[in-house]
């Protein structure tokens, strides 16, 4: 209980004194107009209330991710909870306020402008096609998940008819990603304030709801948090195939850091009044996130009373996490409260993909300079999108996810890189970001490496990690010659 409490402090904290940092890294200009009102046009630019704008914001980065990923990361061990705390401070929260803010400045740019415009064309490009992969990725996976999980909460309503006997079938979950996929459909093409800007509260709540609850009783209720830091920081796999680096970093994204993030923010940035509101709602959310996870890891190992007792609940479940979830909130919460904790998990990933694919259609329309004003544009621009997605949803959904996370956090290494450069180039301290890129570009090519087919190549742990560990070291390489010829170019500029 003593860490789990110095955890949430530390995630506290970071936002305060660490998020307080950040801004005087970058520079707020309080009295600088924000693309709301430079760009705007009643559809995705426009100035929102800031209390809308952090839970859209808030919603829009969670998902799963903090929840499914959470309670599948911690079954490592006691060091996925350093990992969130940590990770969220010095590399998600950093990534996602600083990314958001160089979208802010670039007129609500969308993420493969912002990358582009820092590492190349040739990677801007990449990126592009990158960012929509996953996009299209997250709407597939989300909404699979909430279809699932919604299918297994109702049964089939039987009526009579003109003496014929009816039926719908609640329970099915063809109907539920049918209803799901039709939200979404809405969502992507009607101006951000008609649907995702009122629903979303009533979501939020539903979200909030959870987690508070759940934190109180984690707190209160007499539950014991076996942290398992005295018996050290090793996997707590017993089959030796998941050790902590890299395959921890890469299943806690959401959690800590997330290259999803970063193309969600630009449709914030768009909505923003002021720029000192950025720390609140970019770095805030993404801690807001960090303590979903601590309390959801948390809740996983006290439920199930420990390490090997949670290794053995999933292997019993083939529903993975989405059991637990379910379980954990109807037995701690009683049948009400329970309802409403599931549907805010349900809510989270349908509050994700939405915006996810609505993000897809603005990276779209801004490579194709497609103007977004007329319905009919956005319908062109929507269907393709949508039609791929529908593709993706036959994938089974645990392969779906695993190559998910993989993309997600080699999106934040471009992030982190394009993110240092900027800073460089303003001549700001891009060390808060150069940390970062360089642990990740080692976690991200090592987990590949290192993964087992098909998601991964299956080499050995060493040679993958040492893979990993020379490629975050080659990549250093070209900044530091970048970083020569800038101040070659400055002491030629002054003489």
Known sequence: MVSFLIAIGALVAGYFLYGALMERVFGIRASK?????TRGDGIDFMPMPTWKVFLIQFLNIAGL?????AIMGVMFGPAAFL????????????HDFLSAMISMRSGGASLPEIIGREL???????????SVLLLILVGAVFVVSPAGLLSGMVSDVHFSLFGHEMAIPLSSKALWIGIIFFYYLLATLLPIDKLIGNIYPLFGVALLFMAVALLCILLFGGVGIPSGFE?????????????IFPMMFVSIACGAISGFHATQSPMMVRCLKNERLARPIFYGAMVAEGL????????????????????????AHPEGASAIVKDISMTWLGTFGG???????IAAPITTGDTALRSTRLIVADFMKIDQKKILKRIVVTVPIFALAFLLMCIDFNVLWRYFAWCNQTLAVFTLWAVTVYLARHRKAYV???????FMTAVSVSYLLYAPRPEGIGLPWGWAVAAGVNAAVVTLIPFIIYMKRMKSQMKLSTK
Do not use: C
């Not at 107009?33 to 009102?37: E, I, L, N, S």
């Not at 991710?65 to 990923?69: K, V």
């Not at 990992?83 to 950093?94: L, P, S, Y």
């Not at 018996?231 to 998941?242: C, I, N, T, V, W």
């Open 339 to 345: 309802i409403l904790a599931i549907l805010g998990v």
């Open 432 to 438: 808060v970001t150069l940390l970062p890129a360089l």
């Open 231 to 243: 018996e050290g920081l090793q996997s707590r796999f017993a089959d030796g195939k998941h050790p």
């Open 65 to 69: 991710g903090p929840i499914f990923g």
């Open 120 to 130: 190349g064309r040739p990677i801007k490009n990449f990126v592009r096609g990158w």
């Open 292 to 315: 979903v996870a601590l309390i959801w890891a948390a809740a996983a190992i006290a439920f199930t009373n420990g390490y090997a007792e949670l290794a053995d609940y999933m292997s």
């Open 83 to 94: 990992w969130i705390v940590f990770g969220t401070i010095f590399a998600g929260a950093t």
């Open 33 to 37: 107009a924000t693309p709301a009102y």
